[in-house]
């Protein structure tokens, strides 16, 4: 073996460690549901304006696109704004995502639609343990039956939402 190859193959060994799958970023796409319930108060802000501040928690169940079904715990606190006079509704939102003790993620949604229906986006911005830098963005639908319980609330009053749904479509994750 020459000086020359002495040198040059734990060189190369070290390039292709380094540019082996372990070390490469996982990528992907998945769909995810939450059953959701909710409670906070409303808040009389305008004539025909109301705000909900609040949190929606609930399990969310997300499918891999090799169709392996996965949960984690979500506890979302949200502002919601909502036109009395229109039903125009938008909210904003951020969200822990708990897996395990040790891995969460953490991300924002934002929507705007109806009393009881808003669609926009939801977008993964952090996270801990294995999803350290985790970054991603999907369409995001949410559901529920506040259309039926806003109309005859006072401000300051107490709010609780037994059930609603939130969809996301098609999100597409990176972890470094």
Known sequence: MTVKQFFL????AIMLLLLSPANAAEEGTVQAIIPWEGEGRVFQVETNTIIFLGSMEGVMYVESS????????????IMQELDLETGASNAIGRCEITVSSVDVIYAKLDC???????????TVIDGEGKFTGITGVGKLSVRSPMH?????????ALLRVASGLAVIKDLKYSIP
């Open 66 to 77: 090799d169709g392996d079904l996965h949960e984690a715990f979500v506890l979302c606190p």
């Open 9 to 12: 193959l734990p060189l190369m």
């Open 148 to 156: 039926a319980l806003v109309a005859d609330l006072s401000g300051g």
């Open 112 to 122: 705007e639609g109806i009393v009881g229906e808003c669609a926009g986006e939801f």
